[in-house]
């Protein structure tokens, strides 16, 4: 058996304690999923979305990180839906700030009648070591175990809320001062607020975002990440197969009533996509020709758990994208009334 620590990865700093702690206990490296931690993810060259539906039919022990993030997550409520259908034995483990009585939560597929318990919660924390202990293996030094809480306690009470929370803008009170001199700090303070959200440029994710969030990328390409997104699949098909996933991609545009932006556009999207560095080449030909992408595992991993402001670009490009029909407004606004 293993252990499945569904979680967002806006929780990630919690989970990796939660990591800590188990390795200390003596359970294996190669028992514990975590997707935030690249030791314990997704291996490389598998598809996401197989992979951790594999691990999860395979009834591993789930931990539920359960936090407002969490229910924001379509991806986190999927796995919560795959793991409960599947009847896992399972624990739910609060973040701090996490209201019990939210309607996410008492209407959720966990019962919220079932035992769970806050993280920083010691005494709960050791009931819960002594039920890992009837699935694996752990060490049997009292002191050990008994250090391993006391320093993850004290972690978990070092976690300051914002750190898991959208930051909100502070308020200052300034006294009067002459209109060139706020000018002046105005300009500097923007200044000095570009630098604080300048991302990685090493860090592929950062990028991916940071061009989101700048409006660098087109609508088009915008329209292909809430594909992406909406099908759960992050590999998508190139070279003589290309007709393929144009078909499909028809085929949901006329489902969602989206004009046919994609469709058309698609060879160009893609190749943006590999110039912009989010793809790589998964499938080649006898000939060793592409014939599939897909987005690389840095993006990949966190696709269907994007921030709120990023989400909010894709939605403004996907609502200027829907067909509207004035003839159906006009018919109804025409319509005869039988009396």
Same mark, same amino acid.
């Given at each position: 058996?293993?252990?499945?620590?569904?979680?967002?990865?806006?929780?990630?700093?919690?989970?990796?304690?939660?990591?800590?702690?188990?390795? +200390?206990?003596?359970?294996?490296?190669?028992?514990?999923?975590?997707?935030? #931690? &690249?030791?314990?993810?997704?291996?490389?060259?598998?598809?996401?979305?197989?992979?951790?539906?594999?691990?999860?039919?395979?009834?591993?022990?789930?931990?539920?990180?359960?936090?407002?993030?969490?229910?924001?997550?379509?991806?986190?409520?999927?796995?919560?839906?795959?793991?409960?259908?599947?009847? +896992?034995?399972?624990?739910?483990?609060?973040?701090?700030?996490? +209201?019990?009585? !939210?309607?996410?939560?008492?209407?959720?597929?966990?019962?919220?009648?079932?035992?769970?318990?806050?993280?920083?919660?010691?005494?709960? $924390?050791? !009931?819960?070591?002594?039920?890992?202990?009837?699935?694996?293996?752990?060490?049997? +030094?009292?002191?050990?175990?008994?250090?391993?809480?006391?320093?993850?306690?004290?972690?978990?009470?070092?976690?300051?809320?914002?750190?898991?929370?959208?930051?909100?803008?502070?308020?200052? &009170?300034?006294?009067?001062?002459?209109?060139?001199? *706020?000018?002046?700090?105005?300009?500097?303070?923007?200044?000095?607020?570009?630098?604080?959200?300048?991302?990685?440029?090493? @860090?592929?994710?950062?990028?991916?975002?940071?061009?989101?969030?700048? #409006?660098? *990328?087109?609508?088009?390409?915008?329209?292909? *990440?809430?594909?992406?997104?909406?099908?759960? #699949? $992050?590999?998508?098909?190139?070279?003589?197969?290309?007709?393929?996933? $144009? /078909?499909?991609?028809?085929?949901?545009?006329?489902?969602? @009533?989206?004009?046919?932006?994609?469709?058309?556009?698609?060879?160009?999207?893609?190749?943006?996509?590999?110039?912009?560095?989010?793809?790589?080449?998964?499938?080649?030909? /006898?000939?060793?020709?592409?014939?599939?992408?897909? *987005?690389?595992?840095?993006?990949?991993?966190? &696709?269907? @758990?994007?921030?709120?402001?990023?989400?909010?670009?894709?939605?403004? &490009?996907?609502?200027?994208?829907? =067909?509207?029909?004035?003839?159906?407004?006009? #018919?109804?606004?025409?319509?005869?009334?039988? =009396?």
């Amino acid at each position: 058996m293993k252990i499945f620590i569904s979680h967002s990865s806006r929780n990630k700093n919690y989970g990796n304690l939660i990591v800590e702690l188990l390795r +200390n206990l003596g359970i294996k490296e190669n028992e514990i999923i975590f997707t935030s #931690n &690249v030791a314990y993810g997704i291996p490389v060259g598998q598809n996401i979305f197989h992979w951790l539906k594999s691990q999860i039919e395979e009834k591993p022990f789930v931990i539920y990180l359960l936090s407002e993030q969490y229910y924001e997550s379509i991806a986190c409520l999927n796995e919560m839906g795959a793991a409960w259908i599947i009847e +896992n034995d399972h624990a739910a483990i609060f973040t701090p700030d996490f +209201n019990l009585s !939210s309607k996410e939560f008492q209407s959720g597929a966990l019962d919220p009648r079932e035992i769970g318990f806050y993280v920083n919660d010691k005494e709960r $924390v050791l !009931s819960f070591i002594q039920l890992l202990s009837k699935h694996f293996e752990l060490s049997n +030094n009292a002191i050990l175990i008994s250090q391993s809480v006391e320093k993850f306690i004290k972690a978990i009470g070092e976690i300051k809320p914002e750190s898991t929370t959208k930051i909100q803008p502070t308020k200052t &009170v300034e006294l009067k001062k002459p209109e060139t001199e *706020l000018i002046a700090e105005k300009k500097s303070i923007q200044k000095s607020s570009i630098k604080t959200i300048q991302v990685d440029k090493g @860090d592929l994710y950062s990028k991916f975002l940071g061009l989101i969030d700048a #409006n660098k *990328l087109k609508s088009d390409e915008l329209l292909l *990440l809430h594909y992406i997104v909406d099908t759960s #699949n $992050v590999k998508l098909m190139t070279g003589w197969q290309e007709e393929h996933e $144009v /078909s499909k991609i028809t085929e949901w545009e006329k489902i969602n @009533d989206i004009k046919s932006v994609l469709s058309k556009n698609y060879p160009e999207v893609l190749r943006r996509f590999e110039l912009r560095g989010f793809t790589e080449v998964s499938e080649v030909t /006898s000939s060793n020709n592409p014939k599939e992408v897909k *987005l690389k595992d840095e993006i990949a991993v966190h &696709v269907l @758990d994007l921030p709120d402001n990023v989400l909010s670009k894709i939605e403004e &490009v996907v609502k200027s994208n829907f =067909f509207e029909h004035p003839e159906e407004v006009e #018919n109804e606004d025409n319509f005869d009334l039988p =009396f």
